[in-house]
């Protein structure tokens, strides 16, 4: 295994390969990102063909026979070792994130950080062998055996933290990973990938960028164990379709449609301006971010004005530049999705209190934050993800009426009720249908605790042990002693 010490290995950020058995591997052909705050091609990454991807998967099925084999100690001390290296180059890759991605750098300084933390965290969990019985007749171990080779289907809103948070339980587990960075956001994936290789043996850790055809290549392969995908409930759909071709274990972790419920004894000068951040976070790219907001009717208009003057001033532009608070939408295809929603505003008639208007001839694919006062049930804006910076408002009155309206949804991934009464913000919150609910804030994620979604947010669950178990097979390991 390569030495984990001190001396971090100094990456170049002006050229990108794939990594393949502890090897910078280059491709036939190349393609390009695009940086959506210019428009303008980011370097060229490779594009990887389907012979570069067995290539990858034998390489990860030879190392996992040994690594599977490593001791927790020695999973451990590369894992920090690794996360060590990613915080002492931490500006590096918080500028190429917001090159890639357009995040203010801000956050994307904040996004690497919380991929260190996610690995740091996740390295001192373990899922030590539990004895369920040992008596005169027999020993009854349960045990955790990883499952193999994984493969991280990473998405271009948080390439970073979710690629971490992926290598993270697969590596303390004893697999083999490798990660597939989004075609839009290629470049951080690839980075991690290389400076792992310093810290693991060849083949634990590595990864291939491609186009549109290597998702589902990877899907499909029978010699891949795992597949951890984050991304959109529809494509989460076609994984577990390809996957259940050959029974590979899934972890889904897919769209959301999250609402937020206002009681009315919050103070709403300090709560508006969370909510609006909750909302519009990275230009509303957030699978957790607030989609629907229903605030009680007797503070319904103070709300919403302190919501929009909050709105009014967030800095959008060039994550690059001092100052912005939001960037762009990432990609083309996005950015026509959300523009589809403002087309909905005058077709459907929709009130809009701020925003609503984008200026198309932008060198960037930048979004006005909007808000939509209280569209009708039927609109899409109440039903669908935009994964944009446009979200509804609605007024309530009857407790029961708002958690039928909050549950009204095929999602289920995060919810929140704010209220100064805890007895009954819990009381409410227990029945929402979703895998994260909040009380008081949003958002709020830990590498220490489970992270799944409900109904079609998704299938399994992520981080703490529960997600360590997911990177696993359970095996009973019985031994008569009479």
């Keep these: 295994m390569p030495s984990a010490n001190n001396d971090t290995p100094i990456l170049r950020f002006d050229t990108f390969t794939n990594t393949v058995n502890g090897k910078s591997v280059d491709t036939e052909t190349t393609r390009c990102g695009i940086n959506p705050a210019t428009k303008k091609s980011n370097p060229p990454v490779p594009n990887a063909t389907k012979q570069d991807l067995d290539d990858t998967v034998q390489a990860a099925r030879t190392a996992f026979v040994k690594w599977s084999q490593s001791s927790i100690e020695e999973r451990k001390t590369a894992l920090i070792a690794f996360a060590e290296a990613l915080k002492q180059q931490e500006e590096d890759f918080a500028k190429l994130l917001t090159m890639e991605q357009g995040k203010p750098l801000a956050a994307a300084r904040a996004e690497v950080k919380d991929g260190y933390n996610w690995m740091f965290e996740m390295a001192n969990l373990s899922l030590p062998d539990v004895v369920a019985e040992d008596n005169k007749v027999r020993k009854v171990t349960i045990r955790y055996t990883p499952l193999g080779v994984a493969a991280a289907i990473v998405p271009w809103n948080f390439p970073i933290h979710l690629a971490c948070g992926k290598i993270a339980p697969a590596i303390m587990t004893g697999n083999t990973i490798i990660i597939k960075p989004s075609p839009f956001t290629p470049y951080c994936g690839l980075k991690l990938a290389e400076l792992a290789s310093h810290f693991f043996p060849p083949g634990v850790v590595q990864a291939l960028s491609g186009d549109d055809n290597l998702g589902p290549w990877i899907t499909a392969h029978p010699g891949i164990d795992k597949i951890s995908f984050t991304g959109s409930t529809a494509t989460g759909k076609k994984v ?22 206002i009681c009315k004894d919050v103070d709403v000068q300090e709560v508006a301006p969370k909510i609006t951040a909750a909302a519009f976070a990275n230009s509303g790219q957030i699978c957790l971010a607030l989609k629907r907001i229903y605030i009680h009717e007797s503070i319904y208009k103070e709300f919403r004005d302190a919501m929009v003057a909050h709105t009014k001033t967030l800095v959008i532009g060039n994550g690059a530049e001092p100052g912005v608070v939001l960037g762009p939408i990432q990609n083309s295809m996005q950015y026509k999705r959300v523009q589809g929603f ?64 909050a549950n009204n949804t095929k999602m289920g991934l995060g919810a929140s009720v704010w209220s100064s009464n805890l007895e009954e913000a819990q009381r409410i919150g227990s029945r929402l249908e979703a895998g994260n609910v909040w009380i008081n804030t949003h958002m709020v994620v830990d590498p220490n605790l489970p992270f799944s979604g409900h109904k079609e947010s998704g299938i399994g669950s992520e981080w703490g042990i529960t997600g360590l178990r997911s990177f696993c097979n359970v095996q009973t390991l019985m031994t008569m002693k009479a």
């Design 240 to 261: 577990m379709e390809s996957a259940s071709k050959t029974l590979k274990r899934i972890t889904l972790e897919l769209g959301g449609k999250d609402p937020a419920i």
């Design 342 to 405: 403002f087309d909905d505003i005058e077709k459907d008639s929709l009130k809009v209190v701020v925003g609503g208007a984008n200026d198309l001839s932008s060198p960037g694919y930048f979004i006005t934050p909007t808000i939509i006062d209280n569209p009708r049930e039927t609109s899409r804006i109440v039903h669908e993800e935009p994964f944009g910076p446009i979200v509804p408002i609605f007024p309530w009155l009857d407790e029961d009426e708002v958690v039928a309206q």
